[in-house]
C-alpha cells in the first residue's frame, strides 16, 4: 500500500462520515439520541448493502465475503453514527433548504 492509498481512504472515510451527519441535520423530527442513532443506522444499512449484494448477485462474490464487508460497514457506520448523533443535535441543525409559503 502507498501513502497515497491511504489519504485517499482517509479522505473516502472522512467523507462516509461527513455525509450522515448532514443528511441528519436536514432531517426534521428527528429528535433525541436514540432516533439519530436510528437514522445514522440506517444510512450505514444502505452504504453496507448498496452495492455488496449486488456484487453477490451479479458477479458472484462469496457469501461469506459478502456478509463479512456487510458487517464491517455497519460496524464503521456504528462508531459514525455515536460520535454524529452525539455532536448533531436540533440546536446545530443547517436551516431548511426549502421554505414553505404562507398562504
Same mark, same amino acid.
Given at each position: 500500500?502507498?501513502?497515497?492509498?491511504?489519504?485517499?481512504?482517509?479522505?473516502?472515510?472522512?467523507?462516509?462520515? +461527513?455525509?450522515? @451527519?448532514?443528511? /441528519?441535520?436536514? +432531517?426534521?423530527?428527528? *429528535?433525541?439520541?436514540? +432516533? =439519530?442513532?436510528?437514522?445514522?443506522?440506517?444510512?450505514?444499512?444502505? +452504504?453496507?448493502?448498496?452495492?455488496?449484494?449486488?456484487? &453477490?448477485? &451479479?458477479? #458472484?462474490?462469496?457469501?461469506?465475503? *459478502?456478509?463479512?464487508?456487510? @458487517?464491517?460497514?455497519?460496524? #464503521?457506520?456504528?462508531?459514525?453514527?455515536?460520535?454524529? @448523533?452525539?455532536?448533531? =443535535?436540533?440546536?446545530?441543525?443547517?436551516?431548511? /433548504?426549502?421554505?414553505? =409559503?404562507?398562504?
Amino acid at each position: 500500500m502507498s501513502a497515497g492509498q491511504l489519504l485517499t481512504e482517509l479522505g473516502l472515510n472522512i467523507v462516509q462520515a +461527513a455525509l450522515p @451527519a448532514i443528511l /441528519l441535520s436536514l +432531517a426534521t423530527g428527528v *429528535t433525541g439520541f436514540a +432516533a =439519530r442513532i436510528g437514522f445514522v443506522t440506517l444510512v450505514g444499512v444502505l +452504504a453496507a448493502i448498496t452495492t455488496n449484494v449486488e456484487y &453477490w448477485n &451479479w458477479y #458472484g462474490f462469496p457469501g461469506n465475503y *459478502t456478509v463479512a464487508y456487510i @458487517a464491517d460497514k455497519i460496524i #464503521g457506520f456504528l462508531v459514525v453514527e455515536l460520535v454524529v @448523533a452525539a455532536l448533531v =443535535r436540533k440546536s446545530w441543525a443547517m436551516p431548511a /433548504l426549502v421554505t414553505t =409559503r404562507a398562504a
